[in-house]
T-cell receptor, first 111, second 115 residues
Framework: DTEVTQTPKHLVMGMTNKKSLKCEQH?????MYWYKQKAKKPPELMFV???????INESVPSRFSPECPNSSLLNLHLHALQPEDSALYLC??????????FGNGTRLTVT | AQSVTQLDSQVPVFEEAPVELRCNYS??????LFWYVQYPNQGLQLLLK??????LVKGINGFEAEFNKSQTSFHLRKPSVHISDTAEYFC?????????????FGKGTKLSVIP
């Protein structure tokens, strides 16, 4: 069982839809991350929040919009996605300079 | 800049045989090194890490790795594998950034354990 919970597990959306991915942790971690993982590829960092402030944006297109409402929650808002955005989206959290704990991901399919 | 090279994309091995998954890194500064495992349809789970100190690191599920600075390697080993070890294994490197780990992952090695 993972201590980082991601919902939904699966999501199918059209290119004109707006949807959100959610991530929750109750380990008191103050850094939270979004990664994107395409099939048979390693995870690629998208965003990092540190103490609820966006600290890293790896040049991610604006159709992906992260939000950190509080220290336990991390959202990823999706709008006008493309089929090539279909992937496994992983959330992770950590204490400063400590291990990353990953959720099981949301498998996103854009049709 | 830092990078990680996993030399084998796939490693088949018979059950109860030993296995070594190879990882080499390049970095101009001191690094932290990690091995993660990913089972099908799951997230990544930390197997072990090297931050400093002893170069032989023991992790979960009977895995261990040795940090070799002169060869810039961090190979993962297990003396006897089980069917349940079938998974994707990622080596990752990070430097001591400010407040969060910025992990750079290798391309992964798929370990297939043959009964």
């Amino acid at each position: 069982d993972t201590e980082v919970t991601q919902t939904p597990k699966h999501l199918v959306m059209g290119m004109t839809n707006k949807k959100s991915l959610k991530c929750e942790q109750h380990m008191g971690h103050r850094a939270m991350y979004w990664y994107k993982q395409k099939a048979k590829k390693p995870p690629e960092l998208m965003f990092v929040y540190s103490y609820e402030k966006l600290s890293i944006n790896e040049s991610v297109p604006s159709r992906f919009s992260p939000e950190c409402p509080n220290s336990s929650l991390l959202n990823l808002h999706l709008h006008a996605l493309q089929p090539e955005d279909s992937a496994l989206y992983l959330c992770a959290s950590s204490s400063p300079l400590q291990d990353l704990h990953f959720g099981n991901g949301t498998r996103l399919t854009v049709t | 800049a830092q990078s990680v090279t996993q030399l084998d994309s796939q490693v088949p091995v018979f059950e109860e045989a030993p296995v070594e998954l190879r990882c080499n890194y390049s970095s101009s500064v001191s690094v932290y090194l990690f091995w993660y495992v990913q089972y099908p349809n799951q997230g990544l789970q930390l197997l072990l890490k090297y931050l400093s100190g002893s170069t032989l690191v023991k992790g979960i599920n009977g895995f261990e790795a040795e940090f070799n600075k002169s060869q810039t390697s961090f190979h993962l080993r297990k003396p006897s594998v089980h069917i349940s070890d079938t998974a994707e294994y990622f080596c990752a490197v990070s430097y001591s950034g400010a407040g969060s780990y910025q992990l750079t992952f290798g391309k992964g090695t798929k370990l297939s354990v043959i009964p």
